[in-house]
Nanobody
């Protein structure tokens, strides 16, 4: 099994910054990509940012230029640096990893963290 543990959420004023972290552990053989999604009340979960094992990134248009995703492959950890936060960034942020485990060689499955709340309000 694979576990994803997120940290770093919280409350911040508009214009502030937060850094989210997500560490994957368990029977991991390799991780193809890691990413962050978010879900605001009454809305569908949406992709915020994604990073491949080689470091290629893609971002939602609404966060481009404000958020930066990075990862440490040796630690199976992904980060999301969020600057210039806006009230519309308020949501539960979920970590995602596309994992091949030692029991599922050749197959890639998505795993999710439990979510961390980010609230942007004055």
């Amino acid at each position: 099994q694979v576990q994803l543990v997120e940290s770093g959420g919280g409350s911040v004023q508009p214009g502030g910054s937060l850094r989210l972290s997500c560490a994957a552990s368990g029977s991991i053989f390799s991780i193809k990509a890691m990413g962050w999604y978010r879900q605001a009340p009454g809305k569908q979960r949406e992709l915020v940012a994604r990073i491949s094992s080689g470091g290629s990134t893609n971002y939602a248009g609404s966060v481009k230029g404000r958020f930066t995703i990075s990862r440490e492959n040796a630690k199976n950890t992904v980060y999301l640096r969020m600057n210039s936060l806006k009230p519309e960034d308020t949501a539960v942020y979920y970590c995602n990893a596309e994992v091949t485990t030692t029991q599922t060689m050749g197959l890639i499955y998505p795993y999710w963290g439990q979510g961390t709340q980010v609230t942007v309000s004055s």
